[in-house]
């Protein structure tokens, strides 16, 4: 066998089977992990915020513990707009930097090679500034003739059948032969 063509290992239904066995696997583990992350996410919410009692508390109580709770709101959105700059200032910068890169790649030239310019590339550079007329490239190309091949006339055999049978086509074709 061609090494293009290799006799697979395992047959078409034993991949098959492997495929929907991987593929179940695959859903069982997907659907363990969103339990995993629901759980994971449950969890640190309970402990950056744990729920509210707010049954059996007293009107100063309850405003009270509505101060903390602005205050920690003010701390946490405090935050938030610092990271929020942070990240502003980040994206300025690496937008700068990147257009410093692309400033830098684009004024380098690459080296040129010389070219020497026939004087038909000369003339077709010229014609080509003016811009008046078009471009004739294949103008300074040598001209090749085409010979056509000489093709012998045929004819159809069915037609010569009755002409050439008994001895008249016989002496014909002997006299052909001449």
């Given amino acids: ?8 290992k395992y047959s078409a239904t034993r991949r098959l089977l492997l495929k929907t066995k991987l593929l179940k ?3 069982i583990m997907l659907v363990a992990e969103f339990a995993d992350k629901k759980r994971e996410r ?5 402990e950056r915020a744990p729920p509210l009692k707010l049954s059996g508390l007293s009107v100063q109580e309850l405003q009270d513990l509505c101060k903390d709770l602005h205050k920690k ?62 471009a004739d490239f294949t103008s300074g190309l040598k001209k090749v003739k ?11 055999w069915r037609k010569n059948v009755d002409a050439m049978s008994g001895m008249e086509g016989r002496k014909k074709l002997f006299d052909a032969g001449k």
């Avoid at 449950?42 to 309970?46: I, M, P, Y």
């Fill in 1 to 8: 066998m061609s090494e293009g063509q290799k006799k697979p």
């Fill in 25 to 27: 696997k695959a859903g």
């Fill in 42 to 46: 449950e969890s640190a919410l309970n």
């Fill in 73 to 134: 709101i003010d701390i946490v959105d405090e935050a938030r707009y610092d990271m929020e700059i942070k990240v502003g200032k980040n994206d300025l910068e690496i937008k700068s930097l990147t257009q410093k890169v692309d400033e830098i790649k684009g004024s380098k030239k690459p080296t040129l090679k010389r070219v020497k310019k026939s004087a038909a590339d000369a003339l077709s550079g010229a014609v080509a500034d003016t811009g008046k007329m078009k």
């Fill in 146 to 156: 085409k010979e056509e091949e000489k093709k012998e006339e045929v004819t159809d």
